[in-house]
């Protein structure tokens, strides 16, 4: 099957700086890419939706000028998680979908610590 | 978007099927039924989809009765690597395009 990956897998980072996190798809060319978010023995929490070439649409409640969110090729989104707090660490999954695929793509995850 | 009700959990041991169902009452006419299995600290798992009667792969079978206000995931013959959480997802009737993760039914296979 298709693969998403995403770097890093763990990530920890002091109080106020930023972080980026990538998602790639590997073997596929990905028109929609998403993000989520998941806090331990909870479901996943979507937090936006991109699509390659223009602004990502939030979910309602997720802050976008915090959690920026480019997809800038067919291939490669980035989250960048600004200005973190130790709220912020979660466990953050993107996946991806193809065309006109039903299927969704998932990458293994990025865990963050802000300290 | 329709929204899904399962159970929060279920026990089983090694080699007995497991049924895992799911209520979605407000499915819509275009909507697809999605499961996902996620283990710890890993991104979901597309398990198998289907939009009515029956879809077997060689992981599981999905069964949707005609009304289609609720699924039945089967897994047959189940290992101690099938304890993992189950996700019952419904599309949102446009392209599928986004999901929206209920709680999910967490497994634990005992030997």
Redesign the interface.
């Known amino acids: 099957g298709a693969v998403v990956s995403q770097h890093p897998s763990r990530v920890i980072c002091k109080s106020g700086t930023s972080v980026k996190i990538e998602c790639r798809s590997l073997d596929f060319q990905a028109t929609t890419m998403f993000w989520y978010r998941q806090f331990p023995k909870k479901s996943l929490m979507l937090m936006a939706t991109s699509n390659e070439g223009s602004k990502a649409t939030y979910e309602q409640g997720v802050e976008k000028d915090k959690f920026l969110i480019n997809h800038a090729s067919l291939t490669l989104s980035t989250l960048t998680v600004t200005s973190a707090h130790p709220e912020d660490s979660s466990f953050y999954i993107c996946s991806a979908r193809a065309g006109t695929f039903y299927e969704q793509y998932f990458g293994p995850g990025t865990r963050l610590t802000v300290t | 978007l329709a929204k899904t009700t399962q159970p929060i959990s279920m026990d089983s041991y090694e080699g007995q099927e497991v049924n895992i169902t799911c209520s979605h009452n407000n499915i819509a006419t275009n909507d697809?039924i999605?499961w996902?299995q996620q283990f710890p600290?890993?991104?979901?798992?597309?398990i198998i989809?289907g939009y009515k009667t029956k879809v077997t792969n060689e992981v599981a079978s999905l069964f949707i009765p005609a009304d289609r206000k609720s699924s039945t995931l089967s897994l047959p013959r189940v290992s101690l690597s099938d304890t993992a959480v189950y996700?019952c997802l419904v599309?949102d009737g446009v392209?599928?395009?986004?999901?929206?993760?209920?709680?999910?039914t967490r497994l634990l296979v005992s030997p």
């Open positions: 697809y999605t996902y600290s890993q991104g979901p798992r597309f989809q996700y599309g392209g599928f395009q986004k999901l929206v993760f209920g709680t999910g």
